[in-house]
């Protein structure tokens, strides 16, 4: 299933008023590795966020994470989804949105969430894995964060 987002985003004119600037399905759809799709509505660099005239963002590429910025991602994972173990610097925002996953952390712990739960991920290491019948979607909200620290030991971005 190709991943179809409908994105609506406003802005304004010359003279102040509220206005559509786009509502489009996304076209930014793309798969990082087998059984996987996401694609990113918007980002934001800097802080406080510039909502000043209009320059869409998601014309080019992303990493997973914009240093000093936000990237909102809608990824969508099919049963058994090529895994990826991970840790952004950022706090992430997660809202299950259609199905279930399993997050697993890297001391083995798995927590499954479904339509509905939500998750603040804390640059822990994490997985996903679909291992039900169904796709699932989430939307994620990546806040640029510094490096987690452990026992005085900054833990690095992986994966």
């Known amino acids: 299933m190709s991943l179809q987002i409908r994105r609506v985003v406003t802005g304004h004119n010359a003279e102040g008023k509220a206005i559509v600037e786009v509502d489009e399905l996304a076209r930014n759809v793309i798969s990082n590795r087998p059984g996987a799709q996401s694609c990113v ?11 000043d005239g209009f320059d869409d963002p998601t014309q ?20 058994g989804v090529t895994p990826r173990n991970h840790r952004t610097d950022s706090i992430d925002y997660a809202v299950v ?20 739960d939500v ?7 994490h997985n996903w894995v679909n291992n039900g019948a169904e796709p ?10 510094k490096p987690v620290e452990a026992g005085g030991k900054p833990l690095a971005a992986i994966g």
């Open 60 to 79: 080019g590429s992303f990493k997973t994470t914009v240093e000093n910025g936000t990237v909102f991602r809608i990824v969508h994972y099919e049963p």
């Open 119 to 125: 998750l603040v991920q804390r640059g822990t290491i």
């Open 136 to 145: 699932c979607t989430i939307a994620f909200v990546l806040v640029s964060g």
């Open 41 to 51: 509505v918007w980002s934001t660099k800097g802080f406080p966020v510039n909502n």
């Open 97 to 116: 949105i259609s199905g279930s996953i399993d997050m697993e952390l890297d001391d083995g712990v798995v927590v499954t969430l479904k339509a509905g």
